[in-house]
């Protein structure tokens, strides 16, 4: 039976998501990257400027002061956050009516809208009525999130960590009930240690969703803009002026569209190389 | 040098995972438990493992009661259905862990761990890591891990279920030779009774929690001593039907035959017949075989045998003849029982011996 193997009409059913990719993605990326190499002096009235706008913010120290922060910060986050989501989800009990208690108290955080985490953090850290605030200045230490850059950052990480370290946590216990209990059979019998179980069991098998958490937490991390913008507004001074609050301010507070644009793209694109040097690293050496 | 189970139960709340179990288990040969899933294999392993401890009972080995002593403590090997290794190291490091873990030193760790690879036939694969082997390598790198550690006790708890069929065959003609003059008591889990034929040995029936039957495997095939034990040691199933005995005859509804054996010694009455398929044939098998009939539900073909499953009397009926035959389902059809493979069991279960 001959019947047509060729025709054009499978174009109509790429359509609609290449419609859909187009407006949600391709054209706002690309008026970025129009208003990027661009300056406006007023409405409507364009210059071409090249590559300017990208060499000013590399080399402004602004912008490597607000990048700096933000690699600290995600450092930080990270080396705290993961470790901890691995242990919590260690102690976590593997069976018994205990499961369902500790899976929905470990999922309350997230589920908390993000600028009312900030807002929560931030009356909870005042130092005259807030709880937080007013126990440790009691217990002598002085502390004053909205005066002092150390403590605006304590205060941050903690609200970072109280925030996401439940994602780690649900991700690690998912990654250890998925291992047959065969494996801590044979630890046994082999006599391996608490230590041997974690560096050879557990640790390799949870690889996977491990890989998962750094990757999302980084992500989040480098992008996070809600909380500290409620809880700090960045200051005191610029001491938690992340990158992406940095560009909010130049964006919408002075309007330097130009440069604003150049520094989003930059921006854009160490996300996506952090992310994807991560993720050769990491899944390299699993295969390793 | 022996493992004894002395009238071990295990129950979990309010479930008897094992019924009062008395075994006594040799280094000669396989000890083998055969069952179905879920029957209790895995239980007795594991208390004989020392990862559960039983409800009641005690557990002695080598003349000492190790009923309540931690499994690292018991120097004992686990081989699991499922291929478990290290993820996170080699071959080598998988096999030499156990050993690692004794503090022995490393020539000798070297020594064992190269004569269990080349046993294994694993050499070429020393550096990789668990994930880049095949399941039938993966096994068996279990096997050396459990090999080299020359323990005292070797639990295989269906090791082979897992393999296909012909990893399945290779490592099985493989395996008696790798436990061979060990002086190690083995245990094999399995569900099918033909591997329990090759392999030899030893063999417990289990059934439902319950060592229904041990003893030599062949002796207990061929004489089971009760109506479970002939269940849980036939595949496919074994025939059931009821039977009279009067005189020296014996009639199945409405076709009789010659009694055989002990049941001529015993009161006519009732009893239970059970025969096991491949004495039930399309064709007579010896001159004085039986002659039955019944309507033929469903057939199968294996390359060397047919295999009719059919109706008679109420019960269903299976056929296993050498060669090729052809039946039509729905019809009639006729079969001959070899009378000298009838099994007779009393009112109580028990074989007529």
């Given amino acids: 039976m001959a019947t047509k193997t060729h025709n054009e009409r499978a174009w109509w ?67 705290i956050e993961i470790p901890l989501g691995i242990a919590i989800a260690l102690t976590m009990p593997k069976t018994g009516p ?26 909870f850290a005042l130092p005259d009525i807030g709880l937080l605030g007013y126990t440790v200045n009691a217990l002598g230490i002085d502390y004053d999130y909205t005066q002092q850059p150390l403590s605006a950052w304590i205060t941050v990480i903690a609200m970072d960590v109280w925030h996401w370290t439940s994602l780690v946590v649900l991700l690690a216990y998912a990654g250890l009930a998925s291992i047959p209990d065969a494996y801590y059979q044979a630890a046994k019998i082999d006599g391996a240690g608490r230590w041997a ?67 989003s793209l930059i921006y854009f694109l160490i996300t996506l190389l952090v992310s994807w040097l991560f993720y050769t690293l990491m899944t390299r050496q699993e295969e390793g | 040098m022996t493992l004894e189970l002395k009238n071990v139960t295990k129950r979990v ?29 895995t239980t007795l392993i594991k208390m004989m493992a020392g990862l559960e401890r039983p409800t009641s009972g005690e557990i002695w080995f080598k003349g000492q ?35 690692k873990v004794a503090k022995i030193e490393r020539a000798e760790i070297e020594r064992r761990v190269g004569e269990a690879v080349e046993l294994l036939r694993l050499t070429p694969y020393l550096k990789r890591r668990p994930s880049e082997l095949s399941g039938g390598q993966q096994q068996r790198t279990a096997l050396a891990r459990a090999i080299v550690k020359d323990s005292g006790l070797v639990l295989l708890d269906e090791p082979l279920a897992n393999l296909d069929y012909k990893l399945r065959e290779e490592l099985r003609d493989q395996l008696p030779g790798l436990f061979a003059g060990r002086g190690a008591i083995v245990v094999y889990a399995t569900s099918e009774p033909s591997e329990a034929l090759m392999l030899g040995g030893h063999t417990a029936t289990v059934m439902a929690g319950r060592v229904t039957g041990f003893g030599e495997t062949g002796t207990l095939y061929r004489q089971p001593r009760d109506v479970a034990t002939a269940q849980v040691f036939s595949d496919p199933p074994i025939n059931m039907a ?25 009161p006519d009455g009732a009893y239970t017949l059970g025969i096991r398929p491949h ?9 004085d075989a039986a002659s039955i009939s019944g309507i033929v539900q469903i057939t199968e073909l294996s390359g060397s045998e047919s295999i009719a499953h059919f109706e008679m009397g109420g019960d269903v009926w299976v056929a296993q003849s050498p060669g090729v035959h052809a039946y039509d389902v729905g019809e009639r059809h006729d079969f001959f029982v070899d009378t000298s493979g009838c099994l007779y069991f009393d009112s109580d279960g028990k074989l007529v011996l």
Avoid at chain 2, 279 to 287: G, K, L, Q
């Fill in chain 1, 13 to 79: 059913f790429v359509l609609p998501v290449v419609l859909l990719v187009a407006f949600n993605a391709v054209v706002p990326l690309m008026t970025v990257v129009n208003y990027s190499v661009q300056e406006s002096f007023s409405q409507g009235v364009w210059f071409w400027s090249g590559v300017e706008w990208f060499e000013e913010t590399l080399n402004s120290s602004r912008f490597q002061a607000a990048l700096g922060r933000q690699l600290l910060f995600t450092g930080i986050i990270l080396a």
């Fill in chain 1, 197 to 263: 179980v974690f560096r050879h069991i557990e640790l390799p098998k949870m690889n996977r969703v491990l890989t998962i958490a750094i990757l999302l937490r980084f992500m989040d991390s480098f992008m996070i803009y809600t909380e500290p913008f409620v809880l700090t507004g960045g200051g005191p001074g610029n001491s938690t002026t992340f990158l992406s609050i940095d560009l909010v301010k130049k964006a919408l507070g002075e309007f330097d569209l130009g440069p604003a644009a150049a520094m």
């Fill in chain 2, 65 to 99: 009661n190790v009923t309540g002593v931690s499994p690292q403590k018991r120097n004992i090997s686990l081989v699991h259905q499922f291929f478990v290794n290290y993820p996170s190291m080699t071959v080598y490091d998988n096999i030499a862990s156990p050993l």
């Fill in chain 1, 98 to 123: 205990w499961v369902p208690v500790c899976l929905v108290l470990m999922a309350l955080p997230l589920l908390i809208p993000w600028n009312v985490v900030g807002a929560m953090w931030n009356i």
């Fill in chain 2, 13 to 41: 709340g309010v479930e008897m995972h094992i019924h009062e179990t008395s075994l006594a288990l040799s280094p000669t040969g396989f000890n083998i438990l055969l069952g179905a899933t879920n029957a209790g294999k």
């Fill in chain 2, 242 to 266: 009821r039977v009279l005995k009067s005189g020296n005859e014996v009639s199945i509804g409405e076709t009789r035959f010659a009694a055989r054996g002990a049941i001529l010694n015993r």
């Fill in chain 2, 279 to 287: 004495f039930v044939t399309s064709a007579p098998r010896s001159p």
